[in-house]
């Protein structure tokens, strides 16, 4: 668990996800406009950074990777916002490994997130507790969770060949997309993690999940719109991997995790509610790679000390904070 503390300072508690900046060396400075009026409208208490913060050039090595989020976190330290990251499909595609970058973060101002535990999978397994005013009492949960790169990492850790056409079926039960899943360990990890927090504070806390990749549940609130209270925009298919691993199952048994936000997919900004979790997306907040000038923002969760089992969650958009802002799709 990480050991930083993070308190209520009023009533409310605000959370931001913003999602797949995909930097690079020479990247496009109005991320740093957007991310930095978005900030200032919202004037969060903690903002996470979703995965897919950078990509090609800009995840060579640990110089570049260091530029890229000393920039877009610069407005948070000057503002004495902590920040906290997961990782996505794309942040070690140059071959600079995410066990490689962890320490790159973990030595930035303001980073709360941390590397998690190394007997299980990925890095950047993690968990912030939110206090009490006093300090006394965790009200809240914030979970990261390394959702992974791609299928063939997952096959290759259980002894199928990488290339195998077992994950990719002609008409599968899942989404059959090429991407990764979250791990049974990992799974075992937060359930087991859980149970602690709920023995430390007499009663099982409430908290939000988030990591890159989505859930294959995330299909079902768009496909069933009515049921789920569905609301926002879907304009490209939702990039789950081929295999379910059961995260979803757990969270309901277990009954503490309420809200999920995820990226990935840049130009979706939808949300549903199904079996009591609301399944969440933050569409992107890059220039660097493909967004909706539109879309183009981060979701807030919004947590009221007196009642956190219920919060509230919403986008906001650059084009709701940037003076003149133009849209602009890339």
Known sequence: MNSKELRFKSDKFRIICFSDAHGIKDFDTRVVRDITAIVEKVQPDLVLFLGDNVWRDGAENADTLRAFMAAVTKPL???NIPWAHVFGNHDAERGFAVREQQPVYESMEGCLSSAGPEDISGTGNWVLQIKDQKGEKTVYTVWGL????NIGEFLEDYGFPRDTRLAK??????????YDAIRFDQIMWYWNTSKQIEAENGQKVPGMMAFHIALPEYALPYRNPAQTKYKGTMRETIGSGPVNTGLFATMVQRGDIKTVVCGHDHIIDSEGEYLGIRLTYDAGIGYDGYCAGDMRGGRVVEVDANDPWHVKTYMVRSSECVADYEYQDT
Do not use: A, H, Q, T
């Open 77 to 79: 330290c000057e503002r």
């Open 146 to 149: 390394d959702s992974g790169r």
């Open 169 to 178: 079926l002609d008409d599968p039960l899942y989404v059959s997309s090429g």
